[in-house]
């Protein structure tokens, strides 16, 4: 591997590294487990294990639509191409609106709605662990 492409890649993991050093400074683990409990009822982020949606584990830095034993939505699997992955930026905007962002979405939820809650469960989401 040359040097400049080792330094890209090291520069792009730092970057992805600090994005969710942020998410999680900015937001509560433990407020996040809490808040999540809304979306618990289709999802886990604790076991890799599909309810009515897909599993949450790992979600943040995984591809969008990307949990093999899952059947996504049309929509949300032709989302991929203008979002390919689940950053923190990414699920900000589609835990605000996920109807919004992804037009045709099998999810019910119509999103969360206060700043804190958003942060909380993003923190919560890229550390579950962090919330026990």
Do not use: Q
């Not at 943040?60 to 989302?79: F, L, N, Q, T």
Request: charged share 20%; aromatic share 6%; proline share 4%.
């Amino acid at each position: 591997m040359s040097k400049s492409l080792s330094f890209i890649l090291g520069m792009a993991l730092s970057a992805g590294l600090a994005l969710t050093s942020a998410a999680r400074a900015d937001g509560d683990a433990v407020e996040g487990a809490k808040v999540f409990k809304k979306c618990a009822a289709c999802h886990t982020a604790s076991e890799p294990k599909n309810r009515v949606g897909p599993h949450l584990v790992g979600i943040v830095g995984r591809g969008v639509a990307s949990v093999a034993d899952y059947k996504y939505s049309k929509a949300m699997a032709d989302h991929t191409a203008e979002v390919p992955v689940w950053t923190v930026e990414a699920l900000d905007a589609y835990l605000r609106s996920p109807k919004g962002v992804v037009k045709g979405t099998k999810m019910a939820f119509a999103g969360l709605k206060k700043d804190e809650d958003v942060a909380n469960v993003i923190a919560y989401l890229t550390d579950p662990s962090a919330a026990n």
